[in-house]
């Protein structure tokens, strides 16, 4: 969820003919554009695929992504098999359990981060005209010695963002969501490298690990193999 006074500022990017809307719009539009013109650019429209596999905490961990409409797969495998931690196949999220105990009732609240992480975890604000989201350049703004260009990102049906860019690379440096009750997690990615085409992030940190502490999710492989859209759906019942 965003707090009341960013959404008081998402009412600015809907007041039709605003000089300040349109500015707003504009700037938050050049960082997003420099952002996919250093990574890639026009080689991120060919991506049809989206998969990769690391490590996450303590877990190892896999998951597809599907970079043309809405799909999520994350699967752990410890001990006693595979674990299906999220499926989302664009409408319903569900989950399984080591031992087969299967979840997901189409509840909002699930369906709304199974979104939210389809939709970051694909750089989904680098495709404007595949998923439905709003910008608002909120400045420059200084961390860690280093100078960002920082856009307020509201997907639609998922939760906002603030993107970080780094004014000296335009890459995306850092996340920051603000969630319910003031809690904010800020994650913050680094370890860039050039996978056939495109360029991405490795490394990601973040903030909301038990009692403060830091969380490391590290991919070890990326691909961008097309999955059958089958993976995002709750397989049937045996």
Same mark, same amino acid.
């Given at each position: 969820? +965003?707090?009341?006074?960013?959404? +008081?500022?998402?009412?600015?990017?809907?007041?039709? %003919?605003?000089?300040?809307? &349109?500015?707003?719009?504009?700037?938050?539009?050049?960082?997003?554009?420099?952002?996919?013109?250093?990574?890639?650019? =026009?080689?991120?429209?060919?991506?049809? !695929?989206?998969?990769?596999?690391?490590?996450?905490?303590?877990? $190892?961990?896999?998951?597809?992504? *599907? /970079?043309?409409?809405?799909?999520?797969?994350?699967?752990?495998?410890?001990? /006693? %098999?595979?674990?299906? @931690?999220?499926?989302?196949?664009?409408?319903?999220?569900?989950?399984?359990?080591?031992?087969?105990?299967? $979840? %997901?009732?189409?509840?909002?609240?699930?369906?709304?981060?199974?979104?939210?992480?389809?939709?970051?975890?694909?750089?989904?604000?680098?495709?404007?005209?595949?998923?439905?989201?709003?910008?608002?350049?909120?400045?420059?703004?200084?961390?860690?010695?280093?100078?960002?260009?920082?856009?307020?990102?509201?997907?639609?049906? &998922? &939760?906002?963002?603030?993107?970080?860019?780094?004014?000296?690379?335009? @890459?995306?440096?850092?996340?920051?969501?603000? !969630?319910?009750?003031?809690? $904010?997690?800020?994650?913050? @990615?680094? *370890?860039?490298? =050039?996978?056939?085409?495109? =360029?991405?992030?490795?490394?990601?940190?973040?903030?909301?690990? /038990?009692?403060?502490?830091?969380?490391?999710?590290?991919? =070890?492989?990326?691909?961008?193999?097309?999955? *059958?859209?089958?993976?995002?759906?709750?397989? /049937?019942?045996?």
């Amino acid at each position: 969820m +965003i707090p009341d006074r960013r959404l +008081i500022l998402f009412g600015l990017i809907c007041a039709a %003919g605003s000089p300040v809307q &349109a500015q707003s719009a504009h700037d938050a539009q050049a960082a997003i554009d420099r952002a996919r013109d250093v990574s890639g650019g =026009k080689a991120w429209n060919g991506l049809r !695929g989206w998969h990769e596999s690391g490590t996450d905490g303590s877990a $190892t961990y896999e998951r597809w992504i *599907d /970079p043309l409409r809405y799909g999520l797969r994350v699967e752990t495998r410890e001990r /006693p %098999g595979v674990t299906v @931690l999220r499926g989302f196949n664009g409408a319903g999220e569900w989950a399984v359990t080591a031992d087969g105990q299967r $979840t %997901g009732d189409g509840e909002a609240g699930p369906v709304a981060v199974a979104r939210t992480e389809a939709f970051y975890g694909v750089y989904g604000f680098l495709f404007p005209s595949r998923f439905e989201a709003r910008s608002l350049y909120l400045g420059d703004r200084r961390a860690n010695g280093r100078s960002f260009d920082v856009v307020l990102l509201q997907p639609w049906g &998922a &939760a906002g963002r603030e993107l970080w860019f780094d004014r000296s690379t335009g @890459l995306l440096g850092r996340m920051v969501e603000h !969630g319910a009750g003031g809690r $904010t997690v800020t994650t913050e @990615l680094s *370890d860039y490298r =050039k996978v056939g085409p495109v =360029k991405a992030a490795f490394r990601f940190v973040s903030d909301d690990a /038990p009692g403060g502490a830091f969380r490391v999710r590290q991919l =070890k492989s990326l691909d961008f193999a097309p999955a *059958d859209r089958a993976l995002f759906s709750l397989p /049937p019942q045996r």
